[in-house]
């Protein structure tokens, strides 16, 4: 997995302190076209002053390939 961009600051609030956060269960992001895939797990970054979502990554990026064929 590539390395997280180092983040500055918040371009929203300007704030400096963010934390982590992933999504499971119902929010795991599917492969368009691929029916029978269980898709990813998406972790966030995310400031914690504002809660604006930085970044976004899903886990397991190899599953998307081929979808936008
Ligand atoms: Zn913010």
């Known amino acids: 997995m590539k390395q ?3 983040i500055e600051e ?3 609030c300007a704030g ?3 934390g982590r956060g992933k999504q499971n269960g119902y929010a ?3 492969p368009i076209n691929k029916a029978m895939s269980f898709g990813s797990e998406v972790e966030h970054i995310i400031c914690t002053s504002c809660g604006y979502i ?3 990554y899903v886990k ?3 599953k998307f390939k081929g979808t936008m064929e």
């Open 4 to 6: 997280l961009s180092q």
């Open 10 to 12: 918040c371009p929203k």
């Open 16 to 18: 400096r302190e963010f």
């Open 28 to 30: 795991v992001m599917l």
């Open 54 to 56: 930085i970044e976004s």
């Open 60 to 62: 397991k990026p190899e």
